[in-house]
């Protein structure tokens, strides 16, 4: 089981999304893997400034999904927080592209945990449109 921390940010009806520049060319939510000692808050911190290039605050637990990973034969559990960019987060580090992915976007191009689990769920909700 992998166990990631990803952040969950939503402008104009679309959904932050990351391609990695290896491992898989499917978009995957900004965040990662916590060192040892982090707590989850400290890891998504890190990871915001390493791969968007920007702060994140006022973080706050979303939700927990369980799917298929990306590129990975394991499965990958996500711990998603909401939170506010303290600036225009732009492609950093080990990720290629920044995408704002819509509800009506090919779902072909996302994670299966995003496509199975996360996008249905914010439709459920009302977040996404």
């Given at each position: 089981m992998?166990y990631?921390?990803?952040?969950?940010?939503?402008?104009?009806?679309r959904l932050?999304?990351?391609?990695?520049?290896?491992g898989?060319?499917?978009?995957?939510?900004?965040?990662?893997?916590?060192?040892e000692g982090?707590?989850?808050?400290?890891?998504?911190?890190?990871?915001?400034?390493?791969?968007?290039?920007?702060?994140?605050?006022?973080?706050?637990?979303?939700?927990?999904?369980?799917?298929?990973?990306?590129?990975?034969?394991?499965?990958?559990?996500?711990?998603?927080?909401t939170g506010?960019l303290?600036?225009?987060?732009?492609?950093?580090?080990?990720?290629?592209?920044?995408?704002w992915?819509g509800?009506?976007?090919?779902?072909?191009?996302v994670?299966?945990?995003?496509?199975?689990?996360?996008?249905?769920?914010?439709?459920?909700?009302?977040?996404?449109?």
């Amino acid at each position: 089981m992998i166990y990631k921390i990803g952040l969950l940010v939503v402008r104009e009806n679309r959904l932050l999304l990351c391609r990695k520049r290896y491992g898989t060319d499917l978009l995957i939510l900004p965040g990662g893997k916590p060192d040892e000692g982090e707590t989850e808050e400290q890891a998504l911190e890190r990871e915001i400034g390493e791969e968007l290039g920007t702060t994140v605050s006022a973080l706050a637990p979303f939700g927990t999904y369980e799917d298929e990973a990306a590129g990975d034969p394991r499965r990958v559990r996500i711990s998603l927080y909401t939170g506010v960019l303290g600036g225009e987060p732009a492609a950093s580090g080990e990720i290629a592209e920044l995408v704002w992915f819509g509800a009506r976007d090919d779902r072909e191009l996302v994670s299966p945990s995003i496509r199975r689990q996360i996008l249905p769920d914010l439709l459920r909700r009302g977040i996404l449109r």
